[in-house]
Structure formats: C-alpha cells, structure tokens
C-alpha cells in the first residue's frame, strides 16, 4: 500500500456505484482510494488504518451497519477523519440532525450524485482536513519548541 497518500473510503453496498465512484476519484492527487460493498469490512479496514484516512464516502442505507452507524463508529475511532454520507432517499431524522450538527457527517451528496458535484466535495474536504493536520502538526512543534 502506498503510505504517502491519504486514504479514501467509498462505502455502498452497489458495486456499480464504488467502483464508478473510485474511477472518478481516481484522478484526484495524493489520494488513495479503497472500495467496500460491505460496511463492516470497510470499518474493520478503516480501524487498521485510521490515522491513514483522510475521508470516508458512505451511503445511507446498507445492509448490517447504516451508513450513520458506520459514521458514528468512525468518528468515536478518530475525531479527525472526514465524513459524506450520500443517500437517494430524503431524510426526516432526528439522528441524522444531530451528526450534522455535532460535526458526525461532515458533508451530504443526494444520489443521483453529479460527478463535479461529488470531486468537489472530495477536494474541499481534503483540504479541510489536511489543513487541521498541518495546524495540529504546528502546533505540536510549537509545544516541543516551548519545552526545550
């Protein structure tokens, strides 16, 4: 695996849509994007890689883990990572209020997704999130500059 990239999680439980999803994504610099039809493989995935993962794309509704469970699983393993969920159904969900609001689901794409509409959520949150690790990577040196 190449560890000089983020990495990025598409999760649906159509392989259609991963796989035409990781060949959209696929042109996008300093990414690395790996593909799972079943969301407890992706969360057991993501625990064995989890300071590797930049962003995690999952839909709504899959069978055995929701997409808001895995999300909330992700999140309680590292605060840090990103989160889209996507889904084709309209949601009325107090549950799904509260992630938005807590900062569980980071970012919302409605299916059918634009493609333009899907690279550019990709990019703004990479570069949401490697803008908090260069300001965490900051200010941890500033706290070991201070201590010397």
Same mark, same amino acid.
């Given at each position: ?10 999760? $649906?439980? +159509?392989? &259609?849509?991963? #796989?035409?999803?990781?060949? =959209?994504? $696929?042109?996008?610099?300093?990414? %690395?994007? %790996?593909?799972?039809? $079943?969301?407890?493989?992706? /969360? &057991? ?7 590797? =993962? !930049? ?10 883990? !929701?997409?808001? +469970? ?5 999140? @309680? ?14 949601? &009325?969900?107090?549950? %799904? +209020? +509260? =992630?938005?609001? *807590? ?11 634009? /493609? ?8 703004? #949150?990479?570069?949401? =999130?490697?803008? %908090? *690790? @260069?300001?965490? *990577? !900051? ?5 070991? *500059?201070?201590? &010397?």
């Amino acid at each position: 695996m190449v560890t000089s990239k983020w990495l990025v999680a598409i999760v $649906d439980d +159509e392989l &259609d849509i991963v #796989n035409l999803f990781r060949d =959209y994504l $696929d042109g996008i610099k300093g990414i %690395f994007v %790996f593909t799972f039809t $079943d969301p407890l493989i992706a /969360f &057991d995935h993501f625990v064995g890689n989890e300071y590797k =993962y !930049s962003l995690v794309i999952s839909d709504l509704r899959m069978p055995g883990l !929701s997409g808001l +469970e895995l999300i909330k699983k992700i999140k @309680n393993e590292n605060p840090s990572v990103r989160t889209l969920l996507m889904t084709a159904f309209e949601i &009325d969900d107090p549950v %799904f +209020e +509260e =992630y938005r609001k *807590k900062d569980i689901i980071n970012d919302f794409i409605q299916k059918p997704v634009r /493609f333009n509409d899907l690279r550019s959520m990709v990019k703004k #949150n990479l570069s949401i =999130y490697k803008n %908090f *690790k @260069n300001m965490s *990577k !900051s200010r941890n040196h500033q706290e070991k *500059k201070s201590k &010397d």
